[in-house]
């Protein structure tokens, strides 16, 4: 597994300030985007799900963990007798895939899932993404209000990642993360590269919830810089690291399968976590396959997998929170990008 190490802490601070300023720069100038033009009725929505029988086959382009997206992919194999290929990206790299493939017009992907806003406002300005017409998006158990937006798009599950650290390795545990700034772990610590709007936010978090010397307190620390959370996980359960604050609940599969890893949300459980937006989009090469395509909800442990695109339980517990603060309903829009509830039951 290949490392990505900023040699010095000053280095890791300057990546993330000029990460923080690119990403408030382009979610400044998104647009929201149209509205829903409405679901389909019973009579659309059957012929839609035949005409997608007959296509066969569709491609979805995803940030989920690979676990979950095959467990998706089997299921509605199972049940609709359609394909699933899946491509599991980081968000900017399928943003790089997608703008190459609508630029070409050769396009191959059916449906982006996602984590980073402004990304999401970027697509919608463009004009990329369809109406999304299925009928558990306007289900009464769906809060259109809270996750049917912005625009076309709509959340569909929340990724949670918390600490994670190899009981062999790390014996000690972590009860929080300054936990991590602990002399032992020194070198031994995994974190992510903010190469998306959501990693960014972790960090900008990360100096809400702990102060803003935090940041420099964790690069003293010399931590191994990683692409995406899921080779942090794979770093831990190794042994090439002892510990994270940036892990996703399949820690707790492999912790099932006997690997010497433990898992644990952050800050008294206002974790951090971050919603997952979904777009069907126009261009789609399957169009009536990608609107009967079923998505993970979740990011933790092996529970449901599966779930209709807008499926009324997003993964979350009905509103949209600022992370520590229980009580105060935010709604999503062009200028914040706010994370999920921090208080999540874990899916397990």
């Known amino acids: 597994m290949r490392s990505f190490i900023t040699s010095r802490p000053r280095a890791l601070v300057l990546m993330l300030t000029v990460g923080v300023l690119a990403v408030l720069a382009v979610a400044a100038s998104g647009a929201s985007g149209a509205a829903s033009a409405g679901p389909a009725s019973k009579a659309q929505w059957a012929a839609i799900v035949a005409k997608a029988k007959k296509e066969g086959s569709v491609t979805i382009y995803s940030a989920q963990a690979p676990t979950n997206l095959q467990a998706m992919a089997a299921k509605f194999k199972e049940k609709y007798g359609i394909s699933v290929t899946v491509n599991r990206q980081i968000d900017s790299v399928m943003l790089s895939q997608i703008n190459s493939e609508i630029g070409s017009g050769k396009v191959v992907a059916d449906v982006w899932v996602q984590a980073s806003k402004n990304y999401v406002l970027g697509a919608l300005e463009n004009k990329w993404a369809a109406d999304a017409v299925g009928p558990d998006l306007y289900a009464k158990a769906y809060d259109r209000s809270k996750f049917a937006k912005p625009?076309?798009?709509?959340?569909?599950?929340?990724?949670?990642?918390?600490?994670?650290?190899?009981?062999?390795?790390?014996?000690?545990?972590?009860?929080?993360?300054?936990?991590?700034?602990?002399?032992?772990?020194?070198?031994?610590?995994?974190?992510?590269?903010?190469t998306s709007a959501s990693f960014v936010d972790w960090y900008l978090w990360l100096?809400?919830?702990?102060?803003?010397?935090?940041?420099?307190?964790?690069?003293?620390?010399?931590?191994?810089?990683?692409?995406?959370?899921?080779?942090?996980?794979q770093a831990i359960t190794s042994g090439e690291i002892a510990a994270s604050p940036f892990v996703p609940g399949q820690a707790l599969d492999l912790k099932k399968q006997g690997a010497p890893v433990e898992f644990k949300l952050a800050n008294k459980g206002n974790n951090w976590n971050a919603p997952f937006w979904g777009l069907v989009l126009k261009q789609a090469p399957h169009p009536n396959a990608a609107q009967v395509l079923r998505l993970p909800r979740h990011e933790g442990g092996s529970r449901d997998v599966t779930a209709p695109l807008g499926n009324g339980d997003p993964g979350c517990s009905g509103r949209l929170l600022r992370a520590g603060a229980e009580s105060e309903a935010v709604e999503p829009d062009a200028e914040e990008d706010r994370r999920l509830p921090g208080a999540l039951e874990l899916a397990v």
Not at 209 to 226: D, H, M, V
């Open 151 to 194: 625009g076309k798009a709509f959340i569909v599950g929340t990724a949670i990642l918390a600490m994670a650290w190899n009981t062999q390795a790390y014996p000690k545990g972590l009860k929080d993360i300054p936990d991590l700034l602990d002399p032992a772990l020194k070198g031994k610590i995994g974190i992510p590269q903010p």
């Open 207 to 233: 100096e809400e919830t702990y102060g803003n010397s935090f940041l420099q307190k964790l690069a003293a620390q010399k931590p191994k810089i990683y692409l995406s959370s899921l080779p942090i996980l």
